[in-house]
């Protein structure tokens, strides 16, 4: 197959991409599938609806187009932004909420853990950053989902990788970016995500300076859970 952009994955003669085709491919290869066709295909339809979120994330900050910068379209971000707090993140949370209710699942297709799980649980990661008010108050009607994601990052192995250098820290050149103006009551919010020190320090030398690809500009991980 012809990738049409990054990611993509080679495995001896096979060159696969679309990060829901490489997960798909990696996951039974890692122990991170489930055994049968169709938790399989469940995996799959859950990974495949995680990226349709992922997507609709990204458009928040960049509804016009992706050549544009983000103060080229700021007026409709915050229209876009203002739906996708209202109406998309309570639907994709509902869900979910509702995959994970059905048969009282500790995890998304069934007892194991598997690579979509993974996913969820950095979807949500991401949306604590860039939409931590929004999402705050969405989530309490998914304390499934809420769960699910103390669940996985508490997981031996992702635990020490979330503490180590090797997790980049969230930041303003990726998909999930944080605007103040796009999340709404951001600045009366107790429970704020606070910059590293190093990219406090480097904000402090030269305060209009902006963030270069993977420079940290938050913290690595997310603060508890509002009650």
Known sequence: AVPFAPPFLRSGKLLIAQTSAILHYLGPRLGLAPATAAGSLAALQYQLTLADWVSEAHDTHHPIGVSLYYEDQKAEAKRRSQDFREERIPKFLSYFERVLAHGGKRYLTGARCSYVDLSLFQVVEGLRYAFPNALAR?????????????????????????????????NEQGIFRSYPELDTSRARARHRVRPTRRAADLRRRDPGRRPRCGEPTGSRSAPAWPS
Do not use: Q
Not at 150 to 167: F, G, H, K, Q, T
């Open 138 to 170: 969405a989530a309490r009607k998914a304390p499934r989902v809420r769960e699910h994601h103390d669940r996985i990052a508490a997981r031996p192995n992702l635990a020490a990788y979330l503490a180590s250098p090797r997790r980049l820290p969230l």
